[in-house]
């Protein structure tokens, strides 16, 4: 039987410290895998795009996934798909599960994650593109470091300020205003063109930027970059997206103390993940334990 995992079973079954707690164990022991994943993208003949990550793989599970997202960037939600879990003894399809929100929890709480091992010392947090993962990006934040003001922005006013009131924090008119006014700054757009230079930012401020995750998007610019340390998910899967240069570390370094991340806070730091297939495997089989265990979710029959 498949379990079948929607939108609401995993907001019930996921808890913020739970995710965070395996993916800080997934950043530190993924790369014992010997299967590397993969990241598949391609064009549509229709105005969006479609991506599979595969196989999500982690030391000590006994399970995989595979992942079919379709990306619609004027579409609500933008992002639709399925995450198929899959037993690693026999490839029983144990669990279908609803890609945005699991895409979006585990993003999210994996930056969260990424910005409070780099950040400095600052609490005023702010959010350029208010969506769904700058969403769990500060759940997930708060639950990790204090936060004092909030700064939100957002192409769509509307969103800034039910963004801004679910957080008690404050709407402001541009992009520099918000690099003006935080100490960490998190962004989450579907951008083009970069949106902060250096000239925008000070020295000692974080960026945890999600828009690297396919070819053509850029929310920071090269001499931001260049001036900051950067440090990534996973080295090969950014260097195939090409928007970045050469990072400086890997999330998995830092969280095994392979590298010492910020050594001043003085320090630019930028974090930019393009998001792994084990992240997807690290929620999906938290979220498959909990609902096996409690009774949880419909059940089907594929093979009926």
Known sequence: MTLLLTRGDLEALLEPEA?????????????AVPVAGQRVRTDLPFPGTATALLPGLLPGVPAYTVKVNAKFPSARPALRGVICLHSGADGE????????????????????????????????????????????????????????????????????????????????????????????????????????SLADTRAG??????????????????????????????????????????????????????????TSDSDRTVYAPVGLPWQDLALAWTAYGRAEREGIARRMDLLA
């Open 205 to 262: 401020q974080h960026f945890t930027s999600l828009g690297v995750d396919e070819p053509g998007k850029a929310e920071l610019a090269a001499d931001l970059l260049d001036a900051a340390l950067l440090v990534v998910d996973d080295r090969e899967l950014t260097a195939s997206v090409g928007v970045l240069r050469a990072p400086d570390a890997t999330l998995g370094e830092l969280v095994r103390s392979e590298h010492p991340g910020r």
């Open 19 to 31: 995710c965070v707690d395996a993916l800080r164990e997934g950043f530190r022991d993924a790369e």
């Open 93 to 196: 399809l144990l669990a279908l599960l609803d890609s945005a929100t699991v895409t979006a929890w585990r993003t999210g709480f994996a930056a969260a994650l990424g910005t409070h091992l780099l950040a400095g010392p600052g609490e005023a947090v702010g959010v350029i593109g208010a969506g769904a993962q700058a969403e769990v990006m500060v759940r997930g934040l708060v639950a990790l470091r204090p936060r004092s003001a909030l700064f939100v922005h957002d192409t769509s006013a509307d969103r800034a300020a039910e963004f801004a009131a679910r957080h008690g924090g404050e709407v402001l008119s541009s992009v520099e205003e918000v690099a003006a006014a935080a100490d960490i700054v998190l962004t989450a757009t579907w951008s083009r063109e970069p949106l902060l």
